[in-house]
């Protein structure tokens, strides 16, 4: 399993197809670490033969771009269609990678994600769980998606 | 004459990026009308002439499987065309929504192209 080049195919993927946007990706990280400073964060929970959670983190100049992007308008503030932009991230993100998981003969459930906005917040959790983040780099900024699972024996 | 669409989606903005790819894939319409779920859906087609419907899977209240098989009960809806439009790809799933009715899928991510192929032959 190669979780990280997972997440950079299924991200890039999304980002080339829906937003015409090339990203710098960065180096995966396995284990802890790498944590960019994020305004808004979408998760979404994952089931089935494994059980975690995929996280996007971004700042919000970054947020603001990305759902600029999708509305092909300028987006100047974290309102509601920049959590539900971020969260459809997160949602198209995960659907890419449950394709890859049945590359691994693993079965995944999405769950619908939510998005929280705030200045100083940490998500944590998941006593355990492997966890994988890519930061990606746009023209505005850096977003990390991550990736936290166990999968059930 | 154009087409009346139906988007079924929970997310504002995945309803926006749809009829936006719409409209730069060509396809005419008349009105795009809009439901969150299965539930708002439903209540759309008993009082709108709709010609086609993308829908979501994945949303609250009522899924997109679950709509399926609610609209295909109603003699007055069950012979309007559905797209599923979703991150699911898999067998089970989309075979059960087909079983349902739905005449097809679109994968997200996708690009105007990707909905022109798949709907075009079903528009007017």
């Known amino acids: ?153 | 004459m154009g087409n009346n669409v139906l988007l079924v989606d929970d997310s504002s903005t995945m309803r926006k990026i749809v009829g936006r790819s719409l409209r730069q894939a060509g396809i005419e319409f008349d009105n795009i009308f809009e439901a969150a779920d299965g539930l708002q859906a439903l209540e759309v087609l008993e009082k709108e002439s709709v010609d086609i419907v993308l829908s979501d899977i994945n949303m609250p209240n009522m899924d997109g499987i679950a709509f399926l098989r609610e609209k295909a009960n109603r003699a007055n809806m069950k012979n309007i065309p559905v797209f599923m439009i979703s991150t699911e790809t898999g067998e089970d799933i989309i075979g059960e929504a087909k079983s349902l009715g739905a005449v097809g899928a679109i994968k997200k991510p996708f690009t105007p192209d990707m909905v022109n192929e798949v709907l075009g032959p079903f528009l007017k």
């Not at chain 1, 995966?28 to 998760?43: F, L, Q, R, Y």
């Not at chain 1, 300028?74 to 049945?102: P, Q, R, S, T």
């Not at chain 1, 939510?114 to 769980?129: D, F, N, P, Q």
């Open chain 1, 1 to 153: 399993m190669n979780i990280g080049q997972d997440i950079i195919g299924a991200t890039t993927d999304v980002f080339s197809t829906m937003l015409m946007m090339d990203l710098v990706v960065g180096d995966p990280v396995d284990g802890a670490g790498g944590e960019v400073e994020s305004n808004i964060t979408a998760m979404l929970g994952l089931g089935g033969d494994i059980r975690g959670m995929l996280a996007v983190h971004c700042p919000a100049a970054v947020a603001m771009a990305i759902t600029g992007g999708f509305l092909g308008m300028d987006v100047d503030e974290l309102n509601e269609d920049v959590k539900d932009a971020i969260g459809e991230i997160a949602n198209m993100v995960a659907g890419n990678l449950k394709i890859a998981f049945a590359g691994y003969d693993l079965k995944i459930e999405l769950a619908i994600p939510t998005s929280i906005i705030g200045k100083s917040y940490r998500v944590g959790g998941m006593l355990g769980a492997r966890r994988v983040a890519v930061p990606f780099t746009l023209e505005q900024g850096t977003f990390l998606v991550e990736l936290k699972y166990i999968v059930n024996s």
